[in-house]
């Protein structure tokens, strides 16, 4: 039987493994940490129950597909709830709302600008036959790039994000809230390729009952049903080459075990640089990709309060007074100014099972620069950031919120650098540009190490749930002789 090593047990590495494990495919995860989902963990806290990462489900469709490989019912283990719409929200006090059913979003839009109605319309079109026609596309070699050149064209895929939203609404508040979202996969709205996922507007949220770790929670049960084995809490410390190929992976506690392929959805400088040490190739590549210009990281300030707030929905965004500049400061300046945007999630309005009784729970995440850019203490920012974080939202939506804290807790770039091994402590890997987009980012399979793989967030399409189901999908198609 053939085997497979899957580094890593975030999202993608699950999805990966689930796809080869349903073909027949004997896969070992080894996950360094003590529990699966790599981003999107939890934690649990004084009776809250808080997940660190992602909290929004755009494309539910990806996860069932994994359950109906073994002809499986997603909705046997997990249950999703919709929240949408999400709420976008500037200094001035203007708010919209967003992704509801036709008839509602319209009116949003108009009461900011009604010519941009029609526009709307046009770009969710454009997004949705976009996102049919370019599929899964690995670009697995540059013949890839240049078949897929005349879709590329048509769907002028190299612009920025922000650009082809202005294409279709004119008003500035509109095109920030439509290009927001770009952010959440790593990219600059201003400058992110739109040949990326996320250039597609908000539609439909949906979010996941008992918090994304049960999602989470579900992929391991049904990898395990399967009949692959997970290993908890032990990093792959070395991967063995000889010549050009795998063939044996070693972890910290000493197990090792030969493999007839592997795939890392650990960090690609992490895992070219120290974990492939025996392989030239390998240290080349480790040396190009130092080289890219990387994603942006997060702060995230977790926190849990008492009474609860039915005026404020599940996800909001709170823009500052700036954007495009706010934007510059993050991606080119390395500066951590004041006037920061929060994207703001509310799980406990959904799901009151998230906070003890009459208590809230909220997650507030600020895109801020990664440790390449801004190699500061964050030990000594953290604490300054979650009382910035938190006057804000005193100022805009809970006037003594900082009275009503029971607990609160805050991720910085240099938690995910060492939690995660994320490089820069960037959560989102290269920056997806143009130049570092499509067969420019990292390959799903290895040029020179023939049974290497990639999966997940460094890989074609990119970060954000959506990128990194889509990345594993690709990366199993190659692993599987399919693609
Ligand atoms: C706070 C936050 C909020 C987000 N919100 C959203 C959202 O609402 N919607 C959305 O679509 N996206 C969101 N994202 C982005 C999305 O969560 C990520 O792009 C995605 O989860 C990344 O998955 P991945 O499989 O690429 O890798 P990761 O989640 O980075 O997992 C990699 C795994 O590899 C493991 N690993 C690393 N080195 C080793 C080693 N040596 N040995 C063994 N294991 C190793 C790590 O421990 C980790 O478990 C968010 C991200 C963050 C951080």
Known sequence: MTTAVVIGAGLGGLALAIRLQSAGVATTIVEARDQPGGCAGFRRRDGYTFDTGPTAITDPDA????????GQEM?????LDPVSPCRFNWPDGTNIDLGGDDASVRAEIGKLDRADIAGYTRLLDHAARARREFGDNAFADLGAMARAAPLLTKYQAWRPVYSIVSRFVRNEKLRQALSFHALLAGGNPMTASA???????????????????????????????????????????????????????????????????????????????????????????AERLARRRYSPSLFVLHFGIRGTWPGIPHHMVLFGPRYR???????????????????????????????????????????????????????????????????????????????????????????????LHAHLGSVFGPEPLPMQSGWFRVHNRDDAIANLYFVGAATHPGAGLPGVMSSARATADLMLGRG
């Open 63 to 70: 996860f069932a597909a994994l359950w109906a490989l073994s």
């Open 195 to 285: 040949i990326h996922a996320p250039w597609l507007p908000p539609g439909a949220l949906w979010s996941v009952r008992g918090g994304t770790n049960r999602l989470v929670a579900a992929m391991a049960a049904l990898f395990g049903r399967l009949g692959g084995t997970i290993r908890l809490g032990d990093a792959a410390v070395r991967i063995e080459t000889l010549g050009d190929r795998v063939t044996a992976v070693e972890t910290a506690s000493g197990w090792r075990a030969d493999c007839a392929m592997l795939a890392a959805n650990s960090d690609a400088v992490h895992s070219y640089r120290d974990l492939l040490t025996g392989s030239a190739a390998a240290r080349r590549g």
């Open 75 to 79: 909705a046997a283990d997990v249950t």
């Open 325 to 419: 500049e706010q934007l510059a400061d993050i991606y080119d300046h390395g500066i951590l100014s004041p006037d920061f945007p929060i994207a703001l999630a509310h799980p406990s309005i959904t799901d009151p099972s998230l906070a003890p009784e009459g208590c809230s729970t909220f997650q507030a995440l600020v895109p801020v620069p990664h440790l390449g850019r801004f190699p500061e203490d964050w030990g000594r920012i953290a604490p300054i950031m979650e009382r910035r974080v938190l006057d804000e939202i005193g100022r805009r939506l809970i006037p003594d919120v900082h009275g009503r804290i029971e607990t609160r807790f805050s991720l910085a770039p240099a938690d995910f650098a060492h939690d």
